[in-house]
Every structure is written in C-alpha cells, then in structure tokens.
C-alpha cells in the first residue's frame, strides 16, 4: 500500500482496484509499449465500484512516448472489456463487448498558471497529469476511461 503525504499530519491511503504503476523512467526516448489486463479478483472488485453484474475482462494495449518538449509523456491507449449488466426490465443479464481509445499528456512538473482563470469547452484537451514522483497509474485511467460515457 502506498501512501501520499499532503501534509505532515495527514496521509491518505491510495486503494485502487486495478493498479498499474508506470515509471516515467522506464519510458525510453523511443517509447514503450505493453499490454496490460485485469485479475479475476480485480475485474470482480471493478464490478462493484462501476455496479455490474460481472466485468468478465478487461484489457489495455498502451503505447508510451516521450514529446519534443522536456518532462512531458504521451499515453494512446486502446481497451476492451467485457460488461454484463441486469436488464432493468426482464432481469435477465445482458453481456456487452466495450471498446475504447483514449490519449494523455504526463508532466513531470505543473505546467497549469494557478492563478488565470481558465476558459474551457468539451472539445478542448485536457492540461496534463501530473507524476507524483515520476509516477503514475495507468490501472487507475483505464478504469476511469472504462466507466466514462461513450
């Protein structure tokens, strides 16, 4: 279990279902690429945090690369899963196949002005996340990439 300090006195517990930590590190100047997937005991305990009957899999190809610009980490990543749902109406469980792709920036430093106010529409891309000690959960995002609208 790791844990994040915010402050001297406070420390929060991270709990992820589906951790997959990522080390800017291992990332070289041509990139990485791998493929992940989730235990049993992971696509159970998804289940529950999304309220499914069942998450049968869920699988991730993500390709890495490191931008022009210092300290900053491309993520494209392509999913699939496989969700059974109770149909509202006759009960009866319903499987769906769920695929996705999405992308992200990591930094290794804030690169957001604190203190501007930010205009914004639902089209624009998103500021980078930033790496807390050179590190990140690509689990974490793909889980959240899963349960997110089409």
């Known amino acids: 279990m790791r844990y994040?300090?915010?402050?001297p006195s406070l420390k929060t517990k991270l709990i992820s279902e589906f951790s997959r930590l990522i080390s800017i590190g291992d990332i070289g100047?041509?990139?990485?690429?791998?493929?992940?997937?989730a235990s049993d005991v992971e696509c159970e305990a998804l289940a529950k945090r999304f309220s499914v009957e069942r998450l049968e899999e869920l699988k991730a190809h993500l390709r890495?690369?490191?931008?022009?610009r210092r300290g900053v980490t491309h993520l494209e990543a392509h999913f699939s899963a496989k969700v059974v749902q109770m149909c509202i109406?006759?009960?009866?469980?319903?499987?769906k196949y769920v695929e996705g792709e999405f992308s992200c920036t990591f930094a290794n430093f804030d690169v957001t002005?604190?203190?501007?106010?930010?205009?914004?529409d639902l089209e624009d891309k998103d500021p980078p996340?930033?790496?807390?000690?050179?590190?990140?959960?690509?689990?974490?995002?793909?889980a959240e990439h899963l349960c997110s609208p089409a």
């Open 4 to 7: 994040l300090s915010q402050s």
């Open 29 to 37: 100047k041509d990139g990485m690429q791998i493929n992940v997937a």
């Open 64 to 68: 890495f690369y490191q931008s022009r």
């Open 89 to 95: 109406v006759t009960l009866e469980p319903i499987s």
């Open 113 to 120: 002005d604190k203190e501007a106010v930010v205009e914004f």
């Open 129 to 142: 996340e930033i790496l807390n000690e050179g590190i990140f959960d690509v689990g974490e995002l793909l």
